[in-house]
Nanobody, 126 residues
Framework: VQLVESGGGLVQPGGSLRISCAVS??????TGWFRQTPGKDREFVAA????????KYADAVKGRFIISRERAKKTVYLQMNSLKTEDAAVYYC??????????????????????WGQGTQVTVSS
């Protein structure tokens, strides 16, 4: 399984940006987005369960970010709205063949993901 992120870039505070994660190989059970800034641990952002589109978000992005998947293109998107300077980070796409129950804490646990992309930089600055 290979995951390739794209779409990162520079955006002003309050702006929007959509990043993508293209999946090759087997379709994951779950695809998640994580982010990391220098000197900090990687943190969970959002995840989606492929078979039914169930989604889970970190509190910090709930109501601002939307994760979605497009089956035909085997691609997961993260639409980021009302961006804040604290959203700036390298965003990583991750996948697991497992499909956890709704509400499971495993969605936010990076150790439960097997495959990772190389990351895409998102910069939020005026």
């Amino acid at each position: 399984v290979q995951l390739v992120e794209s779409g990162g870039g520079l955006v002003q505070p309050g702006g929007s940006l959509r990043i993508s994660c293209a999946v090759s190989g087997r379709t994951p059970g779950i695809t998640g987005w994580f982010r990391q800034t220098p000197g900090k641990d990687r943190e969970f952002v959002a995840a989606i369960r492929w078979f039914d589109g169930y989604t889970k978000y970190a509190d910090a992005v709930k109501g601002r970010f939307i994760i979605s998947r497009e089956r035909a293109k085997k691609t997961v998107y993260l639409q980021m709205n009302s961006l804040k300077t604290e959203d700036a980070a390298v965003y990583y796409c991750a996948g697991t063949p497992r499909a956890y129950n709704s509400g499971s804490q495993y969605y936010g646990d990076q150790l439960k993901y097997d495959d990772w992309g190389q990351g895409t930089q998102v910069t939020v600055s005026s």
